[in-house]
């Protein structure tokens, strides 16, 4: 497929998921995920030519199809980025952080299950110690898959979290909340199409009824498992970017900042993840949090 405006996909996974690419081909990514409906996982290679379409091969047992689907949701290829740069023509501080990171796109979770179980294990440890438990949660109870003499461990399918009662760095309350995780995931709720289709408070408000889940877990789950690109994170460190790069006081109130947000539209989520990669590459963390919500 040809990607709808700009788009490098070995840039990309620079910056966010570091999925890891074929020992015969550094030139690829490969994806490994429990596919949708939960009847089998898959193994997405995905290559880029210099014409800068995207190339496929699935692997695996789970839908083919489906695989593909979401293998394209989660480096938002799913999305038209045809007017992508519109927005930086409209705003200096958006057009110079498009420049800077060759107008990156977001790169969710495999799915918003995967991306409910990980904030799960995720609460209160560091992000190598989460993705630490999340890769041997796969090699010991996810499906290998044989991609030409290499395997790859997709994430547990929700059926098989569900009969994890112990595991190495999970205490049991979080061993509840991923049961309840698995549970949301095979009734549905955590569906990519079906979170899609609701409007944000509707969605982010049936998250928030999962053991564990709060407004800001809530909104990970929508916009970095489901994805949307005009969604918007109302989280501190947000806010902390939009100040720091606008060069903003701590005067400046919620709506202030919400207002330069309206700017960004239809991509408000796509700047969001801009200026969290800048913030990370510059250590320009915030201080305190923001006060004036």
Request: proline share 4%.
């Amino acid at each position: 497929m040809k990607p709808k405006g700009p788009f490098n996909l070995l840039y990309q996974n620079q910056f966010f998921n570091g999925w890891p690419t074929l020992a015969s081909d550094q030139n690829t990514i490969v994806m490994t995920f429990p596919v949708e409906g939960w009847s089998g996982s898959a193994a997405v290679i995905l290559a880029q030519d210099e014409n800068g379409k995207i190339k496929l091969h699935v692997y695996g047992t789970g839908d083919k199809d489906r695989a593909t689907v979401q293998a394209l949701a989660a480096m938002s290829l799913d999305e038209d980025g045809v007017a992508w740069k519109e927005v930086g023509g409209k705003d200096e501080v958006v057009r110079s952080l498009q420049e800077k990171y060759k107008f990156m796109r977001p790169t969710l979770f495999h799915s918003p299950y995967e991306a409910a179980a990980g904030f799960m294990i995720g609460h209160r440890i560091s992000i190598v110690q989460a993705r630490k438990i999340r890769a041997a949660l796969a090699d010991e109870f996810g499906e290998k898959i044989d991609v030409n003499g290499e395997t790859f461990s997709a994430f547990p399918t929700p059926q098989k979290l569900l009969e994890i009662d112990n595991f190495q760095s999970l205490n049991d309350t979080k061993i509840v909340r991923l049961h309840a995780v698995a549970q949301a995931a095979l009734d549905g709720l955590l569906d990519r199409d079906y979170l899609r289709s609701l409007d944000d408070v509707t969605a982010l408000a049936k998250l928030e009824k999962l053991p564990g889940v709060g407004p800001f877990f809530s909104q990970g789950i929508l916009y970095r498992g489901a994805g949307s690109k005009d969604g918007f994170s109302q989280d501190d460190m947000s806010f902390h970017g939009i100040k720091a790069a606008y060069g903003l006081n701590d005067d400046v109130t919620k709506e202030e900042i919400m207002a330069i947000t309206e700017k960004w539209r239809p991509y408000r989520m796509w700047v969001s993840v801009l200026l969290h990669v800048w913030l990370r590459e510059t250590n320009n963390f915030p201080k305190r949090t923001f006060s004036k919500r």
